[in-house]
């Protein structure tokens, strides 16, 4: 990895140890309850794992998204897909730091590297996904307020969250150009309902939640950079930071796999001889390697243009879309070769296989990446 050096490197051995204590010993209570505990947020804090590449001045590390690259990194090889900390420290924070005024991240980027606050973006919409431009939630300027009308649905850390972002229409009869962003802070805002904690077919440990505003009264210095109609633009900067963050999470899992692969079948016999001594196995397992192999390669080069400022959209879908492909392909693989254990929850591949589905999904689907790299060809 071309980008790593002895800081990272230094910096690895914080992020490992932590998500070794404080992730893996959890994941089925976790599962069970929808959410990871609350206090985890502050315990991140007060290590420093919490807003990594925001600037020191306001209460962040200070690194750069190479730092939150090796921490996700180490989520996953902990076996954690419960802590939305990309969410939290690579999307959230970056929104606030990259759009909002002095004032606004002055007010919100230190309580969120703290864990006071736990951060969540709210865009898509019961009846609306990729079509940003298509939302129906409102936030209309009375006075010195917005008043925030509509539901939101796949929300990560939903249930936790004390501060928002909601992508509204502030001009409903436009539409790329009436969306804004506007910063709900939950703590006594009265209207704001969170809905169900959404009951998954993987990730079962993460807080995915209905989102619901009826009439609340968001504070004008709450508009995210303080201009009305600036909110598509800004999604469209952030969203190729967001899905690079899903290849290197995509990576990390399908590394993971292979490697859970690989002692299993040594370890395990049929017929007299280790699952690994059959051509089968080790002719699956070569292609599955080489797959981990040219995926991390094409993720470091994208990495490496993102840290210099030079990756495009087009290159963040590439890599979204090509790593979330190959770690549903590569974990399916793995998963057959545990037979029947496969199958079993408490078998890890069964997890990581029901946890890669959705990596095709979120961030923009794999046929929206598809689209955007079309529009370049």
């Known amino acids: ?16 140890s932590f998500c070794e204590k404080e992730l893996t010993p959890h994941q089925e209570r976790w599962a069970e309850a ?3 505990d609350r206090e985890l947020w502050n315990k991140a ?20 998204f190479a730092h939150e690259t090796v921490l996700l990194q180490e989520q996953a090889r902990a076996g ?26 002055q007010r919100w980027l230190p309580r969120m590297a703290s864990g006071e606050l736990v951060a969540a973006i709210a865009m898509t919409e019961p009846g609306t ?3 940003l431009q298509g939302i129906k939630t409102k936030a209309i300027r009375t006075g010195d307020s917005y008043v925030v009308n509509g539901s939101k649905t796949f929300i990560t850390n939903g249930a936790q ?5 909601v992508a509204a229409k502030t001009n409903p009869e436009e539409k790329a150009a009436g969306v804004s962003l506007v910063v709900v802070e939950t703590e006594g805002a009265e209207g704001f309902r969170r809905g169900r904690v959404l009951d998954k077919i993987g990730m079962k440990g993460q807080d995915t939640s209905e989102l619901y505003f009826d009439n609340v009264t968001v504070p004008a210095e709450n508009l995210l950079g303080g201009v009305e109609g600036q909110g598509f633009v800004q999604l469209m900067q952030q969203l190729p930071q967001e899905r690079l963050l899903i290849a290197v999470t995509a990576v990390a899992a399908m590394d ?25 196995t080790k002719f699956t397992l070569a292609d599955a390697a080489t797959e981990v192999a040219v995926s991390k390669a094409f993720l470091d080069q994208c990495i490496t243009r993102h840290l210099k400022g030079e990756l495009d959209v087009t290159g963040a879908a590439m890599a979204k879309m090509w790593t979330t492909e190959r770690l549903g392909k590569v974990v399916d693989s793995c998963l057959q070769l545990f037979g029947g254990y496969g199958f079993m929850t408490e078998y890890p591949i069964a997890k990581a296989w029901t946890a890669a ?15 955007i790299i079309a529009r370049t060809l």
């Open 129 to 131: 996904g990729s079509d």
């Open 34 to 36: 929808k959410q990871v």
């Open 1 to 16: 990895m071309t980008w790593l050096d002895e800081d990272l490197t230094a910096f690895r051995e914080l992020a490992r």
């Open 80 to 105: 954690d897909d419960a802590w939305g900390v990309a969410v939290h420290n690579g999307i959230v924070a970056h929104y606030v730091n990259a759009y909002g005024t002095q004032e606004q991240k």
């Open 357 to 371: 589905r959705v990596q095709r999904i979120f961030g923009g689907t794999t046929e929206i990446m598809k689209e």
């Open 161 to 165: 969250a004390g501060l928002i972002i």
């Open 45 to 64: 804090g007060s290590v420093g794992l919490l807003c990594l590449s925001i600037p020191e001045e306001y209460g962040g590390g200070g690194g750069t």
């Open 256 to 280: 993971l796999a292979v490697q859970q692969t690989l002692q299993y079948t040594k370890e395990r016999t049929a017929f007299g001889r280790p699952i690994f001594g059959f051509q089968n």
